[in-house]
């Protein structure tokens, strides 16, 4: 066997395009989406080197047109997830001890395709399977996912060269196992990056992996799995199951080979599934990995000092940009009464401006909810507000569901720091302020701390530096990321690795080396050239 040390390619963020009218990767774009519109795709599931079909078959929609059929795709039971479990734990010797290079290499290719032939219809499938604009699907299903394949291969190498020192007589050498057992990837429908990043970053250290997307996010899933194969991944490394959580989850989590869980979801499902695992403890080989990013109520926290127009732009962008469906996404603001006026008048001029619609339309700026479940959850906490005599309404409050999931981005001023917008996540465009005299900022940074369980992200926008340093340090354990006269939203691979901490998860810092540690099982190796042959020491020794 030959052997070297091999440097990957230096990552580099990927460009983002910008799809101007008249630019080629708008003509693409838009191609690839008549494309799907005029097609009903067949999903199957993806198991060893089988494509599943069931007698199970579930309609894919677009959410901002739900009388249009996407296509279909085909429920599994409890049988197949046992074999796609199977399927992992058959195809894991051979993956595990494919050299490193050779993995690397897989989804290195997968980074290509992606950026190349697979671009527009990796996008389109966002676009219309989660009603992402053009731009919202280029920056996630483009241009993050191949940020991620790309870095991870470098932190991955990073990670394997990382050994210990070794006295003399004696070589130390540390070498970075997968798991004994299979991961469970369990994805959302919102991020596309997000739900291939999950079992994708896990397979590269050398884990074969179960997929389990969530519904709505099916499509791009198919997509994925297309680039995947195309790249080069050996059957069984990952299988995708279209299952429903619970019916995968009592077989998964039963398992003895379970060797750990990436999820991105809800903290309630989160939690269910840690009591889960911690009831069936004993039955595994070893302890699971239990690695979550979950929910998040993101603050944005104004100070007297800041802009009005950069605190306008960065609420309405942070607030509003997919409807709101970030765990980022700005959701509760606290502003100084003396710059309300100023802002005010710049958010009701931003969201006169912008227009809502389909997202084949390049010119709307926002699209529709997921879906109709998403739509009577978010539109109940709109309706409320307007029968509250704590809440006003600044903009929006409108929805309409007939042709797709619509609702106005709404913007709620409450008399009451504590009223249950400003506390409970929504995951919709709904951002809720709370107006303080300047006097109060003190305060307002022990209210910001403490409003929520949540801590995934935030931000300050403020001139006078003594002021974010106080509110860095008052809030640090307040969000995972934390940004300073910006929105709280946009975290990029290599630049602000993502996740937090409290109830919004374990904050194992998506985009980084930190993520990619908890996939291996590390082994520390001792070699002594020249044994000792007696027992004795010489402390020992007579005078």
């Known amino acids: 066997m030959s052997f070297g040390q091999f440097n990957v390619p230096t990552p580099a963020n990927e460009p983002v395009k ?16 008549a494309e799907f519109r005029s097609q009903e ?15 199970r078959k579930m309609r894919v929609t677009p959410p901002h ?22 399927a992992a734990l058959a195809a894991k010797e051979a993956w595990a001890n494919l050299p490193w290079e050779h993995r690397a290499s897989i989804f290195l290719k997968a980074a290509e395709l992606i950026a190349g032939p697979y671009r527009a219809r990796i996008n389109a499938s966002t676009m219309l399977g989660q009603s992402k604009n ?44 997968p798991l004994e057992g299979f991961v469970f990837a369990l994805t959302p429908f919102n991020f596309t990056a997000i739900a291939a990043n999950l079992p994708t970053s896990a397979a590269m250290m050398g884990n074969t992996v179960v997929w389990k997307p969530a519904y709505t996010q099916v499509l791009a899933a198919k997509v994925t799995m297309e680039v995947l194969k195309e790249a080069g991944l050996p059957d069984g490394v990952i299988n995708l199951i ?13 398992h003895p080979d379970f060797a750990g869980i990436h999820f991105t979801g809800s903290t309630g499902v989160f939690q269910k599934i840690w009591g889960a695992i911690g009831a069936n403890i004993h039955k595994y080989k070893s302890y699971p990995r239990i690695v979550g990013e979950t929910g998040g109520k993101d603050f944005v926290l104004v100070h007297e000092s800041a802009n009005a127009d950069e605190v306008a732009t960065g ?43 389909d997202v084949e339309d390049f010119t709307n700026f926002i699209n529709a909810v997921i879906d109709e479940r998403a739509f009577n959850k978010i539109a109940t906490y709109i309706d409320e507000a307007k029968q509250s005599n704590e809440v006003e309404i600044i903009a929006g409050g409108n929805h309409d569901s007939s042709k797709g999931y619509f609702i106005e981005p709404t913007v709620l001023r409450v008399t009451n720091p504590q009223y249950k917008t400003m506390c409970e996540e929504i ?54 990321n934390f940004y300073i006269n910006d929105k709280p939203t946009g975290a990029v691979v ?43 020491y010489p402390f020992m020794e007579e005078k």
């Open 18 to 33: 910008e799809y101007r009218s008249g630019s080629p990767e708008r003509k693409a774009l838009k191609q690839a989406l």
């Open 41 to 55: 795709t067949d999903i199957p599931m993806y198991i060893g080197g089988q494509e599943v079909r069931t007698d």
């Open 65 to 86: 047109d739900h009388q249009h059929t996407l296509g279909y795709f085909y429920e599994g039971d409890t049988t197949h997830v046992t074999q796609a479990i199977d």
């Open 134 to 177: 053009a731009y919202q699907a280029e920056i996630d299903a483009a241009c993050e996912l191949i940020d991620f394949l790309r870095f991870n291969v470098h932190y991955a190498t990073d990670i394997y060269g990382q050994q210990p020192n070794s006295a003399a007589g004696v070589w130390n050498r540390t070498e970075y196992r």
């Open 242 to 254: 279209y299952v429903d959580g619970p019916v995968a989850g009592e077989i998964i989590f039963n």
């Open 315 to 357: 609420l309405v962008r942070g607030a509003f940009e997919y409807q709101g469906q970030k765990c980022s996404a700005a959701s509760r603001a606290y502003i100084p009464s003396t710059l309300w006026p100023e802002i005010e008048a710049k958010i009701k001029q931003f969201l006169s401006e912008i227009k809502m619609g």
């Open 427 to 480: 995951f919709g465009p709904v951002l809720t302020v709370y107006i303080y005299e300047p006097s109060e900022f003190s305060a307002m940074l022990q209210l910001v701390d403490k409003t929520s369980p949540y801590a995934l992200t935030g931000s300050i926008f403020a001139k006078d530096r003594y002021i974010i340093g106080q509110a860095a340090k008052a809030l640090e354990n307040a969000a995972g």
């Open 494 to 536: 290599g630049q602000q690795p993502f996740g937090g901490a409290r109830t919004s998860g374990t904050n194992d810092k998506a985009g980084s080396a930190l993520n990619l540690l908890r996939w291996v099982s590390a082994r520390t190796i001792k070699e002594t050239f020249v044994a000792p042959k007696h027992i004795s």
